[in-house]
């Protein structure tokens, strides 16, 4: 993946903490400065089990989260 530093330093600005890059793309992490490094987690994959594995792993939560809201558009009932 190209312009690691670039997306890197979008994903901060957008308030990301976390971060999920190709094991590849590791060493591209050095031109990222430090200041902005320390505050995010970097997560090395080499596949994407690997990448569903992280990006997934609280559904339990959301499933419970989305549970319990209204199914948009319940009750409306269409007019002929």
Known sequence: VGGIKEKVLAAHRA??????LPERNAA????VPEEIRETLE??????VDEVLANALE???????????????????????
């Open 15 to 20: 308030g990301i903490k976390r971060v999920i």
């Open 28 to 31: 591209d992490l050095e031109e």
């Open 42 to 47: 970097f997560i090395p994959v080499s596949t």
């Open 58 to 80: 609280n559904t339990d939560n959301l499933k419970l989260k989305l549970g319990d809201q209204k199914t948009p558009g319940a009750g409306v009932q269409a007019q002929a």
